[in-house]
T-cell receptor
Framework: DVKVTQSSRYLVKRTGEKVFLECVQDMDHENMFWYRQDPGLGLRLIYFSYDVKMKEKGDIPEGYSVSREKKERFSLILESASTNQTSMYLC????????????FGSGTRLTVV | DAKTTQPTSMDCAEGRAANLPCNHSTISGNEYVYWYRQIHSQGPQYIIHGLKNNETNEMASLIITEDRKSSTLILPHATLRDTAVYYCIVRVEDSNYQLIWGAGTKLIIKP
């Protein structure tokens, strides 16, 4: 089974801290995605990557950056955490550019205080 | 990408077939229909997708109407573990377009 592993299930950080969320997939997928999920707003795409060292902005990239130095690892960086970035963060990977077969991690619930 | 409309919530008895409808009346010829579900406290899980023919896999069946303006996801023998939010998404298959996630249908399987 494809596995997408997110480094932390729960995280509490202080306002202004630099936060790293790590995501690793083990099936050699080309494509990786970072979403955030908030009640009433659904899943919103932050950034995605179709290749190593490649990144594309999603709908809500402000306040975030990403890094993909290796194919299996896609990191989300909150440059200076703010309380409005308190959310559930979900990483996903897929083999194709189509809409099928996305595999998601279990998510990281980040609280910024 | 075409917009989809799903009921907010549905109930189904355990062991019965769960039929989840989705309307996508503005779907274009090259757009596929995808279904995902999200069990509480987990990431979404891919279920099935199709273009115009009906599809079946080990998880579910997908029935797409002939005019492709609506579809139904069928879970043939629902179990309590099928309680989840089910998302119907329409998009072009091979493109850089992202998946647009709506609110989905909250399916509750009752014992």
């Amino acid at each position: 089974d494809v596995k997408v592993t997110q480094s932390s299930r729960y995280l509490v950080k202080r306002t202004g801290e630099k936060v790293f969320l790590e995501c690793v997939q083990d099936m050699d997928h080309e494509n990786m995605f970072w979403y955030r999920q908030d009640p009433g707003l659904g899943l919103r795409l932050i950034y995605f990557s179709y290749d190593v060292k490649m990144k594309e902005k999603g709908d809500i990239p402000e306040g975030y950056s990403v890094s993909r130095e290796k194919k299996e690892r896609f990191s989300l960086i909150l440059e200076s955490a703010s309380t409005n970035q308190t959310s559930m963060y979900l990483c996903a990977s897929s083999l194709s550019r189509g809409g099928y077969g996305y595999t998601f991690g279990s998510g990281t619930r980040l609280t910024v205080v | 990408d075409a917009k989809t409309t799903q009921p907010t919530s549905m109930d189904c008895a355990e062991g019965r077939a769960a039929n989840l409808p989705c309307n996508h009346s503005t779907i274009s010829g090259n757009e596929y229909v995808y279904w995902y579900r999200q069990i509480h406290s987990q990431g979404p899980q891919y279920i099935i997708h199709g273009l115009k023919n009906n599809e079946t896999n080990e998880m579910a069946s997908l029935i797409i109407t002939e005019d492709r303006k609506s579809s139904t996801l069928i879970l043939p023998h629902a179990t309590l573990r099928d309680t989840a939010v089910y998302y119907c998404i329409v998009r072009v298959e091979d493109s850089n377009y992202q998946l647009i996630w709506g609110a989905g249908t909250k399916l509750i399987i009752k014992p």
